[in-house]
Every structure is written in C-alpha cells, then in structure tokens.
C-alpha cells in the first residue's frame, strides 16, 4: 500500500483521487488547504506526492516549489497533474519530477511513480557512482571496493545503490521498504536492519561507517570526508 498525498484546489479532483486510488488499495490524503498539505507531507513523508496545476496554477506552483527546497523531502516523487494548455509553459526549476496530462486513469500516476522510484533506486541509467574506494556499477550490476569485488545479493546492491546517489540524506526504515524492496512485499522494517548489518560487514571495518545510524530515524550514507568516527 502507498501513502498518496494530493493537493488541489478542484474537489472533483481530489475525491476522484481518493475513490480510484482506494479501490486500488492504496492510502490517499487530500489535506483541505496548503498550510495543511504541506504539513501533513513533511510529518509522514508520504511515498507519493500529487500536485494539480491546472484550476489555479499559482497555489500548485507554491506548494511545488516549498515540497523540492527541503532536503528531508528530496527522496519524495512529485508529479503534477496538467492540461495540455499548461505544457508549453511547464516550467523544471518548479522541482517536480514527472507529470500526467489530464484525463488519465489512476494507474497512469502509479506508472510514474513505479518509473521515478527505479530511477531513483539505481541512479544515472547506464551510469557509474563513486564515493572514495567505492564503485558502484549501475549497469554490470557490479560493486568494487579498493578495486576487489564486493559479493552482494541484488538488494543489499540496490540498497547501497540508493542510499550512495543521496549521500547525506536520512531515510527512515519504511522508505527504504518503499523505495528499493520490490512492490508488494511482506517484507517488514526489520529487514533493513539485517540488510544493513550484512552490507556493513561485507564493507569491512575501515569503511562500515559509510552507512551511518540515525538512532530513532533511519540510515544515511556518509561521504568519507564527513564521516565521524
């Protein structure tokens, strides 16, 4: 299940959200203002944000642009929900990640953020990550520490993967789930832990503190100039 928040000033729009994306057995929030919306997002963090710009541009755009200014929010996808009028207009620096164009079915935004989250799970298509010794080998699927191979299971790669292309970045046990364990998995918060611990053995002593502990809140990957032993 994914916890969906939209925001819009259309409640058309928002009901239709919730009844389709509920039957689809997903938790869906359409906070009754901004000030609620945005507050809301920051405290739960939500898996998905949906942001309409088409009855009144302005408020969508604010919303948009205070949700992509705070770092705790970065592993966030936001898509915008548009009309063909809007498209030429569309403007990046606004910090969403993807749009639908209206009308579009409730599995449309559930395709976009399926796309966003393994883009962000395995960063730069085709690309090469690197931190230091570490090398992360998006598309041979390979990881290399001090130029010796690292034996890892795809999602302890995934995992390193995704916490190593947001260096600095604290996400909490459920995100992760979220993120880069498969859809639809029973898996609970307790797999992150062993994941964790397995990746930091693999990792050796010297370099283990490369994912560090945030007690009460989750894990983040550390760059090695920042690293505090």
């Known amino acids: 299940m994914l916890r969906i ?18 039957r689809l057995g997903h938790a869906t929030y359409t906070p009754p203002d901004l000030l609620s919306f945005l507050e809301a997002v920051y405290a739960a963090q939500p898996d998905l944000v949906v942001i309409d710009l088409v ?14 200014i705070d770092p705790r929010l970065m592993g966030v996808p936001k898509v915008l929900v548009v009309s063909d009028d809007q498209l030429s207009t ?25 796309l966003l989250r393994h883009r962000q799970a395995h960063g730069p ?13 998006l598309a041979a699927y ?5 130029n010796e191979p690292l034996d ?3 999602l302890e ?15 909490s046990r459920e995100k992760l789930l979220s993120m880069v364990w498969p859809e639809g998995t029973q898996a609970g918060t307790r797999t992150i832990d062993v994941h964790v611990r397995r990746l930091r053995a693999k990792l050796g002593d010297d370099h283990d503190s490369l994912i560090q ?5 989750g894990y983040r990957f550390v760059e090695l100039d920042d690293r505090r032993y």
């Open 213 to 217: 502990t945030v007690h009460g809140v």
């Open 5 to 22: 928040h939209v925001f819009g000033d259309r409640q058309s729009l928002l009901t239709a959200c919730r009844a389709s994306l509920g």
């Open 90 to 114: 569309l403007d990046p620096a606004l910090g969403f990640d993807d749009f639908v164009v209206e009308p579009f079915a409730p599995e449309a935004l559930l395709a976009r953020f399926r």
């Open 152 to 154: 890892l299971t795809p």
């Open 142 to 146: 390979r990881a290399d520490l001090a």
């Open 125 to 137: 298509r085709g690309g090469l990550l690197t931190h230091g010794p570490l090398r992360l080998d």
């Open 157 to 171: 790669f995934e995992l390193l993967c995704f916490l190593a292309a947001h260096p600095g970045i604290v996400y």
């Open 55 to 68: 009855a009144y541009p302005p408020r969508g755009e604010q919303a948009c642009r205070e949700l992509s």
